[in-house]
Protein backbone atom coordinates (compact mmCIF):
# COMPACT_ATOMS: atom_id res chain seq x y z
CA UNK A 1 0.00 0.00 0.00
CA UNK A 2 0.67 3.76 -0.64
CA UNK A 3 -0.41 6.66 2.23
CA UNK A 4 -0.72 10.00 1.11
CA UNK A 5 0.77 12.59 3.38
CA UNK A 6 1.07 15.41 1.48
CA UNK A 7 -0.67 16.48 -2.12
CA UNK A 8 -1.31 19.54 -3.78
CA UNK A 9 -3.11 19.73 -7.36
CA UNK A 10 -4.14 17.58 -10.17
CA UNK A 11 -2.72 13.92 -8.87
CA UNK A 12 -5.29 11.43 -9.87
CA UNK A 13 -5.27 7.38 -10.38
CA UNK A 14 -5.19 7.32 -14.24
CA UNK A 15 -5.49 4.00 -16.55
CA UNK A 16 -5.38 3.72 -20.47
CA UNK A 17 -8.66 5.37 -20.79
CA UNK A 18 -11.99 4.17 -20.48
CA UNK A 19 -12.78 2.77 -24.54
CA UNK A 20 -15.77 1.74 -25.82
CA UNK A 21 -18.35 4.24 -23.62
CA UNK A 22 -18.03 7.45 -25.89
CA UNK A 23 -21.37 6.59 -27.82
CA UNK A 24 -22.92 6.75 -24.38
CA UNK A 25 -21.25 10.22 -23.61
CA UNK A 26 -18.66 9.34 -21.28
CA UNK A 27 -15.15 10.63 -22.08
CA UNK A 28 -12.30 8.11 -22.33
CA UNK A 29 -10.08 9.79 -19.51
CA UNK A 30 -6.86 8.04 -19.23
CA UNK A 31 -3.52 10.15 -19.21
CA UNK A 32 -2.30 13.29 -20.36
CA UNK A 33 0.77 12.38 -21.71
CA UNK A 34 0.08 9.18 -22.73
CA UNK A 35 4.24 8.10 -23.43
CA UNK A 36 5.29 8.42 -20.19
CA UNK A 37 2.04 7.18 -18.74
CA UNK A 38 3.39 3.97 -20.63
CA UNK A 39 6.58 4.13 -20.70
CA UNK A 40 6.48 3.91 -16.38
CA UNK A 41 4.16 0.78 -16.46
CA UNK A 42 6.69 -0.98 -19.15
CA UNK A 43 9.73 -0.16 -16.95
CA UNK A 44 8.32 -2.00 -13.86
CA UNK A 45 6.88 -4.53 -15.99
CA UNK A 46 3.32 -3.76 -15.55
CA UNK A 47 0.75 -4.24 -18.99
CA UNK A 48 1.26 -0.63 -20.60
CA UNK A 49 -2.45 0.30 -19.74
CA UNK A 50 -2.01 0.00 -16.13
CA UNK A 51 -3.43 2.30 -13.61
CA UNK A 52 -0.86 4.29 -12.76
CA UNK A 53 -0.75 8.09 -10.56
CA UNK A 54 -0.52 11.25 -13.01
CA UNK A 55 0.79 14.39 -11.05
CA UNK A 56 0.11 17.80 -12.37
CA UNK A 57 0.14 21.89 -11.17
CA UNK A 58 0.95 20.25 -8.07
CA UNK A 59 3.27 18.25 -5.70
CA UNK A 60 2.86 14.55 -4.07
CA UNK A 61 4.48 13.07 -1.00
CA UNK A 62 3.43 9.52 0.24
CA UNK A 63 4.95 6.99 1.80
CA UNK A 64 5.34 2.78 0.63
CA UNK A 65 4.11 0.59 4.07
CA UNK A 66 5.16 -2.88 1.53
CA UNK A 67 8.50 -3.43 -0.20
CA UNK A 68 7.86 -2.31 -4.19
CA UNK A 69 9.26 -1.01 -7.51
CA UNK A 70 8.41 1.75 -8.47
CA UNK A 71 9.02 4.22 -11.49
CA UNK A 72 8.94 7.69 -12.46
CA UNK A 73 8.48 9.44 -15.77
CA UNK A 74 7.06 12.67 -17.38
CA UNK A 75 8.47 16.19 -17.16
CA UNK A 76 8.37 18.97 -14.72
CA UNK A 77 9.19 17.01 -11.79
CA UNK A 78 11.97 15.50 -9.62
CA UNK A 79 11.54 12.06 -7.21
CA UNK A 80 12.82 11.81 -4.36
CA UNK A 81 12.92 8.07 -2.48
CA UNK A 82 13.69 8.07 1.43
CA UNK A 83 16.95 10.39 1.32
CA UNK A 84 18.12 10.16 -2.55
CA UNK A 85 16.88 11.86 -5.32
CA UNK A 86 16.23 9.86 -8.77
CA UNK A 87 16.07 10.34 -12.06
CA UNK A 88 12.65 10.47 -14.09
CA UNK A 89 12.44 7.58 -16.35
CA UNK A 90 14.57 4.35 -14.11
CA UNK A 91 12.51 1.74 -12.03
CA UNK A 92 13.82 1.90 -8.10
CA UNK A 93 13.35 -0.54 -5.44
CA UNK A 94 11.06 0.83 -2.43
CA UNK A 95 11.70 -0.41 0.87
CA UNK A 96 8.30 -0.71 3.25
CA UNK A 97 8.48 2.60 5.38
CA UNK A 98 10.05 4.45 2.73
CA UNK A 99 8.90 7.93 1.53
CA UNK A 100 8.55 8.80 -1.91
CA UNK A 101 7.71 12.19 -3.30
CA UNK A 102 7.12 14.25 -6.70
CA UNK A 103 8.82 17.70 -6.79
CA UNK A 104 8.02 20.74 -9.16
CA UNK A 105 11.30 21.11 -10.86
CA UNK A 106 11.46 23.08 -13.69
CA UNK A 107 10.03 22.76 -17.42
CA UNK A 108 7.03 20.17 -17.58
CA UNK A 109 3.28 19.67 -16.72
CA UNK A 110 2.56 16.11 -15.86
CA UNK A 111 4.69 13.17 -14.27
CA UNK A 112 3.37 9.62 -13.60
CA UNK A 113 4.40 6.94 -10.47
CA UNK A 114 3.98 3.67 -11.57
CA UNK A 115 4.10 0.73 -9.15
CA UNK A 116 4.82 -2.91 -9.98
CA UNK A 117 1.68 -5.06 -10.00
CA UNK A 118 -0.37 -1.31 -10.24
CA UNK A 119 -2.66 0.59 -8.37
CA UNK A 120 -5.74 -1.36 -7.22
CA UNK A 121 -8.79 1.13 -7.48
CA UNK A 122 -12.16 -0.51 -8.57
CA UNK A 123 -12.64 -0.43 -11.72
CA UNK A 124 -15.88 2.30 -13.17
CA UNK A 125 -17.61 1.08 -15.90
CA UNK A 126 -14.60 -0.88 -17.36
CA UNK A 127 -11.99 1.16 -16.03
CA UNK A 128 -10.18 3.09 -13.29
CA UNK A 129 -9.04 6.17 -14.85
CA UNK A 130 -10.46 9.21 -12.82
CA UNK A 131 -13.17 11.34 -14.44
CA UNK A 132 -13.06 14.68 -12.33
CA UNK A 133 -15.79 15.81 -14.00
CA UNK A 134 -18.83 12.95 -13.86
CA UNK A 135 -17.29 12.23 -10.30
CA UNK A 136 -16.35 8.50 -10.57
CA UNK A 137 -13.31 6.28 -11.53
CA UNK A 138 -9.74 6.10 -9.85
CA UNK A 139 -10.13 6.82 -6.25
CA UNK A 140 -13.88 7.82 -5.24
CA UNK A 141 -14.01 9.74 -8.54
CA UNK A 142 -11.99 12.61 -7.15
CA UNK A 143 -8.29 14.25 -6.49
CA UNK A 144 -6.24 12.19 -4.20
CA UNK A 145 -6.16 14.25 -0.38
CA UNK A 146 -4.39 13.89 2.22
CA UNK A 147 -4.79 10.15 4.48
CA UNK A 148 -6.03 7.99 1.05
CA UNK A 149 -4.64 4.81 0.95
CA UNK A 150 -4.08 3.04 -2.43
CA UNK A 151 -3.69 -0.23 -2.69
CA UNK A 152 -1.04 -2.53 -4.84
CA UNK A 153 -1.80 -5.24 -7.50
CA UNK A 154 0.56 -8.49 -8.05
CA UNK A 155 3.78 -7.62 -9.87
CA UNK A 156 4.67 -9.57 -13.23
CA UNK A 157 8.06 -10.38 -11.97
CA UNK A 158 9.96 -10.71 -9.12
CA UNK A 159 10.88 -6.66 -7.19
CA UNK A 160 14.75 -7.82 -7.60
CA UNK A 161 14.35 -8.59 -11.51
CA UNK A 162 12.09 -5.07 -11.88
CA UNK A 163 14.25 -2.45 -10.05
CA UNK A 164 17.41 -0.85 -11.90
CA UNK A 165 15.46 -0.48 -15.23
CA UNK A 166 15.81 2.46 -17.55
CA UNK A 167 14.88 4.13 -20.89
CA UNK A 168 17.67 5.05 -22.62
CA UNK A 169 17.79 8.72 -23.28
CA UNK A 170 17.53 8.20 -27.22
CA UNK A 171 13.88 6.70 -26.26
CA UNK A 172 12.15 9.45 -24.65
CA UNK A 173 10.25 12.34 -25.88
CA UNK A 174 12.14 15.39 -26.92
CA UNK A 175 9.72 17.77 -24.72
CA UNK A 176 10.50 21.91 -25.21
CA UNK A 177 9.11 24.87 -23.95
CA UNK A 178 8.52 25.79 -27.23
CA UNK A 179 7.65 22.46 -29.03
CA UNK A 180 6.49 21.96 -33.01
CA UNK A 181 3.29 19.39 -33.20
CA UNK A 182 2.77 18.29 -36.33
CA UNK A 183 -1.30 18.36 -37.10
CA UNK A 184 -3.12 16.06 -39.96
CA UNK A 185 -5.60 19.24 -41.29
CA UNK A 186 -9.47 18.36 -41.11
CA UNK A 187 -12.25 17.21 -40.79
CA UNK A 188 -13.76 21.19 -41.13
CA UNK A 189 -10.41 22.54 -43.01
CA UNK A 190 -13.22 23.57 -45.88
CA UNK A 191 -14.27 26.39 -42.76
CA UNK A 192 -11.62 28.04 -42.87
CA UNK A 193 -9.96 29.64 -45.95
CA UNK A 194 -6.01 29.24 -46.91
CA UNK A 195 -5.37 32.57 -45.93
CA UNK A 196 -6.04 31.54 -42.39
CA UNK A 197 -4.97 27.97 -42.57
CA UNK A 198 -1.33 29.74 -43.23
CA UNK A 199 -1.94 31.84 -39.97
CA UNK A 200 -2.42 28.85 -38.24
CA UNK A 201 0.59 26.55 -39.68
CA UNK A 202 2.40 29.99 -39.40
CA UNK A 203 2.34 31.59 -35.94
CA UNK A 204 3.03 30.69 -32.22
CA UNK A 205 0.16 29.71 -29.87
CA UNK A 206 0.50 30.47 -25.95
CA UNK A 207 -1.27 28.05 -24.22
CA UNK A 208 -3.66 29.91 -21.87
CA UNK A 209 -4.31 29.74 -18.19
CA UNK A 210 -7.86 28.64 -18.31
CA UNK A 211 -6.47 24.89 -19.56
CA UNK A 212 -7.18 21.35 -17.88
CA UNK A 213 -7.55 17.92 -18.34
CA UNK A 214 -10.43 18.71 -20.71
CA UNK A 215 -8.79 21.31 -22.95
CA UNK A 216 -6.00 23.33 -23.82
CA UNK A 217 -6.97 26.70 -24.79
CA UNK A 218 -4.48 28.87 -26.79
CA UNK A 219 -3.45 32.42 -27.76
CA UNK A 220 -2.44 33.78 -30.94
CA UNK A 221 -3.56 34.91 -34.13
CA UNK A 222 -7.57 34.62 -33.99
CA UNK A 223 -9.08 31.86 -37.18
CA UNK A 224 -11.56 33.68 -38.91
CA UNK A 225 -14.82 30.54 -39.86
CA UNK A 226 -16.10 30.81 -43.76
CA UNK A 227 -20.09 30.30 -42.51
CA UNK A 228 -19.75 31.05 -38.69
CA UNK A 229 -18.69 28.92 -35.89
CA UNK A 230 -22.10 26.54 -35.87
CA UNK A 231 -21.56 22.52 -36.83
CA UNK A 232 -24.02 19.93 -36.27
CA UNK A 233 -22.38 18.09 -33.24
CA UNK A 234 -20.06 15.39 -33.96
CA UNK A 235 -18.03 12.85 -32.15
CA UNK A 236 -14.39 14.07 -31.38
CA UNK A 237 -11.24 12.78 -29.53
CA UNK A 238 -8.45 13.65 -27.81
CA UNK A 239 -6.09 15.82 -30.63
CA UNK A 240 -8.81 17.55 -31.95
CA UNK A 241 -8.46 21.02 -32.24
CA UNK A 242 -11.28 23.34 -31.99
CA UNK A 243 -12.08 26.31 -33.36
CA UNK A 244 -15.27 28.01 -31.23
CA UNK A 245 -16.45 31.72 -32.28
CA UNK A 246 -13.52 33.97 -30.68
CA UNK A 247 -11.07 32.29 -33.21
CA UNK A 248 -8.77 31.09 -30.31
CA UNK A 249 -7.86 27.10 -31.11
CA UNK A 250 -8.66 24.57 -28.03
CA UNK A 251 -6.95 21.55 -28.40
CA UNK A 252 -8.93 18.65 -26.71
CA UNK A 253 -7.43 16.59 -24.25
CA UNK A 254 -7.58 13.58 -22.09
CA UNK A 255 -11.30 14.25 -20.61
CA UNK A 256 -12.24 15.95 -24.24
CA UNK A 257 -16.04 15.96 -24.49
CA UNK A 258 -17.35 12.94 -26.77
CA UNK A 259 -18.81 15.36 -29.11
CA UNK A 260 -18.47 19.01 -30.05
CA UNK A 261 -20.25 21.54 -32.56
CA UNK A 262 -17.68 24.04 -33.48
CA UNK A 263 -15.50 23.79 -36.56
CA UNK A 264 -12.17 21.46 -36.08
CA UNK A 265 -9.31 22.51 -38.24
CA UNK A 266 -6.90 20.23 -37.62
CA UNK A 267 -6.00 17.19 -34.89
CA UNK A 268 -2.68 17.12 -33.07
CA UNK A 269 -0.73 13.22 -33.86
CA UNK A 270 -0.63 11.00 -31.48
CA UNK A 271 3.75 11.35 -31.41
CA UNK A 272 3.41 14.64 -30.73
CA UNK A 273 0.24 15.26 -28.17
CA UNK A 274 2.34 14.46 -25.33
CA UNK A 275 4.61 17.06 -26.40
CA UNK A 276 1.75 19.65 -26.24
CA UNK A 277 0.46 18.24 -23.28
CA UNK A 278 3.55 19.37 -21.25
CA UNK A 279 3.43 22.68 -22.09
CA UNK A 280 2.70 25.10 -19.21
CA UNK A 281 -0.53 27.56 -19.31
CA UNK A 282 0.14 30.88 -19.45
CA UNK A 283 4.08 29.95 -20.11
CA UNK A 284 4.77 28.32 -23.15
CA UNK A 285 3.52 28.24 -26.77
CA UNK A 286 3.76 25.71 -29.60
CA UNK A 287 3.86 25.89 -33.26
CA UNK A 288 1.46 23.92 -35.60
CA UNK A 289 3.14 21.79 -38.24
CA UNK A 290 0.98 20.18 -41.16
CA UNK A 291 1.80 16.20 -41.58
CA UNK A 292 -0.25 13.52 -43.51
CA UNK A 293 -2.04 10.64 -41.85
CA UNK A 294 0.49 7.81 -43.05
CA UNK A 295 3.54 10.25 -41.60
CA UNK A 296 1.78 10.20 -38.68
CA UNK A 297 1.09 6.99 -37.93
CA UNK A 298 4.67 5.87 -39.14
CA UNK A 299 6.20 8.43 -36.32
CA UNK A 300 3.90 6.96 -33.48
CA UNK A 301 4.70 3.16 -34.44
CA UNK A 302 8.54 4.22 -34.84
CA UNK A 303 8.04 5.81 -31.30
CA UNK A 304 6.47 3.03 -29.42
CA UNK A 305 8.87 0.49 -30.92
CA UNK A 306 11.48 2.80 -29.17
CA UNK A 307 10.01 2.83 -26.06
CA UNK A 308 9.68 -1.00 -26.20
CA UNK A 309 13.26 -1.63 -27.44
CA UNK A 310 14.69 1.46 -25.21
CA UNK A 311 13.76 -0.47 -21.45
CA UNK A 312 17.37 -1.58 -20.47
CA UNK A 313 19.01 -2.57 -17.43
CA UNK A 314 20.59 0.64 -15.69
CA UNK B 1 -25.82 12.04 -50.05
CA UNK B 2 -22.98 9.57 -50.44
CA UNK B 3 -21.15 8.82 -47.25
CA UNK B 4 -18.36 10.73 -47.29
CA UNK B 5 -14.92 9.51 -45.51
CA UNK B 6 -12.22 12.16 -43.56
CA UNK B 7 -9.02 11.26 -41.59
CA UNK B 8 -9.25 12.91 -38.02
CA UNK B 9 -5.84 13.07 -36.99
CA UNK B 10 -4.22 9.51 -36.89
CA UNK B 11 -6.28 7.49 -35.28
CA UNK B 12 -9.86 8.20 -36.07
CA UNK B 13 -11.82 8.50 -38.99
CA UNK B 14 -15.34 10.32 -39.72
CA UNK B 15 -17.76 9.49 -41.62
CA UNK B 16 -20.38 12.22 -43.34
CA UNK B 17 -23.70 11.50 -44.16
CA UNK B 18 -25.08 15.10 -44.12
CA UNK B 19 -25.04 17.67 -42.92
CA UNK B 20 -28.42 18.81 -40.07
CA UNK B 21 -30.36 17.34 -38.12
CA UNK B 22 -32.67 14.57 -39.94
CA UNK B 23 -34.40 11.16 -39.09
CA UNK B 24 -33.75 9.71 -42.55
CA UNK B 25 -30.06 10.77 -42.34
CA UNK B 26 -29.46 9.36 -38.35
CA UNK B 27 -31.06 6.09 -39.62
CA UNK B 28 -28.51 5.97 -41.84
CA UNK B 29 -25.15 6.42 -39.63
CA UNK B 30 -26.71 4.01 -37.20
CA UNK B 31 -27.19 1.24 -39.36
CA UNK B 32 -23.33 1.13 -40.38
CA UNK B 33 -22.98 1.56 -36.75
CA UNK B 34 -24.60 -1.43 -36.03
CA UNK B 35 -22.83 -3.18 -38.95
CA UNK B 36 -19.88 -2.21 -38.11
CA UNK B 37 -19.82 -3.22 -34.55
CA UNK B 38 -21.46 -6.41 -35.10
CA UNK B 39 -18.25 -8.07 -36.77
CA UNK B 40 -15.44 -5.27 -35.82
CA UNK B 41 -12.31 -5.11 -37.53
CA UNK B 42 -8.94 -6.10 -35.44
CA UNK B 43 -7.65 -2.91 -34.38
CA UNK B 44 -10.98 -1.31 -34.60
CA UNK B 45 -11.67 0.69 -31.13
CA UNK B 46 -15.11 2.30 -31.09
CA UNK B 47 -17.51 4.58 -33.25
CA UNK B 48 -19.81 7.45 -31.86
CA UNK B 49 -23.24 7.69 -33.64
CA UNK B 50 -24.36 11.57 -33.73
CA UNK B 51 -26.84 12.76 -36.19
CA UNK B 52 -25.13 12.73 -39.35
CA UNK B 53 -21.92 11.66 -39.20
CA UNK B 54 -20.48 8.65 -37.39
CA UNK B 55 -16.83 8.89 -35.67
CA UNK B 56 -15.23 5.61 -35.92
CA UNK B 57 -11.91 5.34 -33.81
CA UNK B 58 -8.79 2.59 -34.46
CA UNK B 59 -5.78 1.77 -33.35
CA UNK B 60 -2.85 3.37 -35.49
CA UNK B 61 -0.22 1.02 -34.27
CA UNK B 62 -2.68 -2.35 -35.84
CA UNK B 63 -4.76 -0.38 -38.80
CA UNK B 64 -3.58 1.67 -41.42
CA UNK B 65 -5.80 4.89 -42.63
CA UNK B 66 -6.27 2.60 -46.24
CA UNK B 67 -6.88 -0.18 -44.29
CA UNK B 68 -9.99 0.85 -41.90
CA UNK B 69 -11.35 2.87 -44.31
CA UNK B 70 -11.44 -0.02 -47.28
CA UNK B 71 -13.23 -2.13 -44.65
CA UNK B 72 -15.93 0.75 -44.02
CA UNK B 73 -16.02 0.76 -47.22
CA UNK B 74 -17.23 -2.68 -48.11
CA UNK B 75 -19.39 -2.65 -45.02
CA UNK B 76 -21.37 0.41 -45.74
CA UNK B 77 -21.86 -1.20 -49.44
CA UNK B 78 -23.65 -4.06 -47.41
CA UNK B 79 -25.39 -1.72 -45.34
CA UNK B 80 -26.68 0.48 -47.93
CA UNK B 81 -28.37 -2.83 -49.14
CA UNK B 82 -29.75 -4.09 -45.84
CA UNK B 83 -31.04 -1.23 -43.84
CA UNK B 84 -34.09 -3.34 -42.16
CA UNK B 85 -32.69 -3.10 -38.75
CA UNK B 86 -34.81 -3.43 -35.79
CA UNK B 87 -34.64 -0.68 -32.93
CA UNK B 88 -34.99 -1.43 -29.20
CA UNK B 89 -37.88 0.36 -28.12
CA UNK B 90 -38.18 1.80 -24.73
CA UNK B 91 -41.34 3.23 -22.80
CA UNK B 92 -40.65 6.50 -20.63
CA UNK B 93 -43.31 7.39 -17.99
CA UNK B 94 -43.28 10.79 -17.10
CA UNK B 95 -45.00 13.30 -14.45
CA UNK B 96 -45.86 16.56 -16.88
CA UNK B 97 -45.03 18.70 -13.95
CA UNK B 98 -41.90 20.84 -15.54
CA UNK B 99 -41.64 24.30 -15.17
CA UNK B 100 -41.52 25.29 -18.63
CA UNK B 101 -44.50 23.10 -19.32
CA UNK B 102 -46.62 26.42 -18.82
CA UNK B 103 -44.27 28.85 -21.37
CA UNK B 104 -44.37 26.21 -24.23
CA UNK B 105 -48.00 25.99 -24.42
CA UNK B 106 -48.49 29.64 -23.92
CA UNK B 107 -45.36 30.11 -26.80
CA UNK B 108 -47.71 28.07 -28.86
CA UNK B 109 -51.21 29.39 -27.96
CA UNK B 110 -52.28 25.90 -26.99
CA UNK B 111 -53.20 24.50 -23.41
CA UNK B 112 -50.94 22.37 -21.36
CA UNK B 113 -52.61 19.18 -21.79
CA UNK B 114 -52.36 19.54 -25.96
CA UNK B 115 -48.43 19.52 -25.33
CA UNK B 116 -48.48 16.58 -23.18
CA UNK B 117 -50.78 14.70 -25.98
CA UNK B 118 -48.76 15.70 -28.76
CA UNK B 119 -44.89 14.91 -26.64
CA UNK B 120 -46.52 11.54 -26.17
CA UNK B 121 -47.86 10.88 -29.06
CA UNK B 122 -44.73 9.55 -31.17
CA UNK B 123 -41.80 7.76 -31.29
CA UNK B 124 -38.89 9.59 -30.69
CA UNK B 125 -35.23 8.08 -32.40
CA UNK B 126 -32.39 8.85 -30.08
CA UNK B 127 -30.25 10.46 -32.51
CA UNK B 128 -27.07 10.66 -29.98
CA UNK B 129 -25.32 10.80 -26.73
CA UNK B 130 -23.09 12.85 -25.37
CA UNK B 131 -23.29 16.56 -23.31
CA UNK B 132 -22.85 14.43 -20.15
CA UNK B 133 -22.90 11.36 -19.55
CA UNK B 134 -26.67 9.16 -20.60
CA UNK B 135 -27.35 12.20 -21.93
CA UNK B 136 -29.80 11.34 -24.89
CA UNK B 137 -30.96 14.02 -27.77
CA UNK B 138 -34.21 12.65 -29.44
CA UNK B 139 -36.32 13.80 -32.41
CA UNK B 140 -38.03 14.74 -33.94
CA UNK B 141 -40.67 16.92 -32.45
CA UNK B 142 -43.90 17.50 -33.52
CA UNK B 143 -43.28 21.26 -34.89
CA UNK B 144 -46.57 22.51 -33.10
CA UNK B 145 -44.40 21.96 -29.81
CA UNK B 146 -40.81 22.40 -30.79
CA UNK B 147 -39.92 25.83 -28.36
CA UNK B 148 -36.50 27.62 -28.08
CA UNK B 149 -34.41 26.59 -25.21
CA UNK B 150 -34.20 29.26 -22.29
CA UNK B 151 -32.06 32.67 -23.34
CA UNK B 152 -30.35 32.33 -19.89
CA UNK B 153 -29.26 28.14 -19.05
CA UNK B 154 -30.19 27.13 -15.26
CA UNK B 155 -27.04 26.39 -13.21
CA UNK B 156 -29.03 23.16 -12.40
CA UNK B 157 -31.35 21.09 -13.66
CA UNK B 158 -32.63 17.92 -12.11
CA UNK B 159 -31.79 14.45 -12.57
CA UNK B 160 -34.58 12.79 -14.19
CA UNK B 161 -35.95 16.68 -16.21
CA UNK B 162 -37.31 15.86 -19.64
CA UNK B 163 -36.53 18.88 -21.62
CA UNK B 164 -37.33 20.34 -25.35
CA UNK B 165 -35.13 21.97 -27.23
CA UNK B 166 -36.07 23.62 -30.61
CA UNK B 167 -37.44 19.98 -32.63
CA UNK B 168 -35.39 17.94 -29.92
CA UNK B 169 -36.57 16.09 -27.02
CA UNK B 170 -34.01 14.37 -24.20
CA UNK B 171 -33.92 13.50 -20.73
CA UNK B 172 -31.40 14.74 -17.88
CA UNK B 173 -29.45 11.87 -16.76
CA UNK B 174 -27.95 13.53 -13.62
CA UNK B 175 -27.81 17.23 -12.26
CA UNK B 176 -25.91 19.60 -14.44
CA UNK B 177 -26.39 23.16 -15.78
CA UNK B 178 -28.87 23.18 -18.56
CA UNK B 179 -31.05 25.53 -21.12
CA UNK B 180 -34.18 23.29 -22.14
CA UNK B 181 -37.19 23.93 -21.62
CA UNK B 182 -37.97 21.48 -18.70
CA UNK B 183 -41.68 20.01 -19.26
CA UNK B 184 -41.79 16.96 -17.12
CA UNK B 185 -39.70 14.09 -15.24
CA UNK B 186 -39.71 10.70 -15.02
CA UNK B 187 -38.59 8.40 -12.12
CA UNK B 188 -36.68 6.18 -14.44
CA UNK B 189 -32.88 6.15 -13.91
CA UNK B 190 -30.92 6.72 -17.05
CA UNK B 191 -27.64 6.34 -15.28
CA UNK B 192 -26.44 4.00 -12.68
CA UNK B 193 -22.44 3.19 -12.22
CA UNK B 194 -23.22 -0.27 -10.52
CA UNK B 195 -25.09 -1.28 -13.04
CA UNK B 196 -23.61 -4.06 -15.57
CA UNK B 197 -24.93 -2.19 -18.17
CA UNK B 198 -24.73 1.45 -16.93
CA UNK B 199 -26.90 3.31 -19.39
CA UNK B 200 -30.79 3.18 -19.90
CA UNK B 201 -30.72 4.22 -23.75
CA UNK B 202 -28.72 3.40 -26.49
CA UNK B 203 -27.72 5.74 -29.52
CA UNK B 204 -30.69 4.82 -32.14
CA UNK B 205 -33.52 3.11 -29.46
CA UNK B 206 -36.87 3.95 -30.14
CA UNK B 207 -38.29 5.84 -27.57
CA UNK B 208 -41.96 6.73 -26.40
CA UNK B 209 -43.16 8.67 -23.82
CA UNK B 210 -46.10 7.86 -21.53
CA UNK B 211 -48.08 9.63 -19.26
CA UNK B 212 -47.85 9.08 -15.32
CA UNK B 213 -49.45 12.11 -14.63
CA UNK B 214 -50.08 15.18 -15.86
CA UNK B 215 -50.21 18.55 -13.03
CA UNK B 216 -52.25 21.52 -14.84
Not at chain 1, 20 to 31: A, L
Not at chain 1, 196 to 206: D, M, P, R, V
Not at chain 1, 218 to 225: E, N, Q, V
Not at chain 1, 288 to 307: I, N, S
Amino acid sequence: MFEVLDVSGLATIQDEGRTGWRRFGVPTSGPMDAFAFRAANLLVGNPSGAAALEIGAGEIELRATQDCVIAAAGAGYSLSIFTWTFPLWDSCFVRAGWTVSFRKNGFGMWAYLSVAGGFDVPEVIGSRSTYLRGNFGGLDGRLLQVGDVLQIGKPSHSLMELSARTLIEDARPNYSESPTVDVILGPQKNRFDEKNIQTFLSSSYKVSHSSDRMGYRFDGPRLKHIGGADLTSEGMTMGAVQVPADGQPIVMMADCATAGGYPKIASVVSADLPLLAQCTPGKDSVHFRETTVKAAQEKFRALMEKMKNGIVES
Amino acid sequence: MKPLLTPFGDSALLIKFGDEIDLSINRRVHALDALLRASPQNGFIESVPAYATLLVIYDPLILTYAQISDWIITEMDRVEKNVARKPRRIQVPVRYDGEDLDFVAAYHHINAREVVRIHTSRDYTAYMMGFTPGFVYMGKLDGAIATPRLETPRTRVDAGSVGIAGAQTGIYPIASPGGWRIIGRTSMRLFDLTADSPFLFSPGDLVRFVIEAVDV
